[in-house]
């Protein structure tokens, strides 16, 4: 089973940006396309972002597009996604998984925007 561990969250302003990062235990990430999804307090996790495995197609949720950017390097198993202009509304626990949450959830990454 691939292991998954999400960083770079923190505590921002509004307008503010941050850069997570995804790791992932094993190879077979470069095999799999990959979503970023969110959780906010006491919602259901939602989609944010997936990438192809070549990282040469991707598809945002309205709600971030435009200002986030999903990317990926398999030569290190890693995916990140850089975040612009932050909003309050993106405070939220971000995780990273197969498009389809095909391995085990990590502990996912801490985002909170103050407005």
């Known amino acids: 089973q691939v292991q998954l561990a999400e960083s770079g969250g923190g505590l921002v302003q509004t307008g503010d940006s941050l850069r997570l990062s995804c790791a992932a235990s094993?190879?077979?990430?470069?095999?799999?396309?990959m979503s970023w999804f969110r959780q906010a307090p006491g919602k259901e996790r939602d989609f944010v972002a997936a990438?192809?495995?070549?990282?040469?197609?991707?598809h945002y949720a309205d709600s971030v597009k435009g200002r986030f950017t999903i990317s990926r390097d398999n030569a290190k198993n890693s995916m990140y996604l850089q975040m612009n202009s932050l909003k309050p509304e993106d405070t939220a626990v971000y995780y990273c998984?197969?498009?389809?949450?095909?391995?085990?959830w990590g502990k996912g990454t801490l985002v909170t925007v103050s407005s």
């Open positions: 094993a190879r077979s990430f470069s095999s799999y396309a």
């Open positions: 998984n197969t498009i389809t949450s095909r391995w085990n």
């Open positions: 990438i192809s495995v070549s990282g040469s197609n991707t």
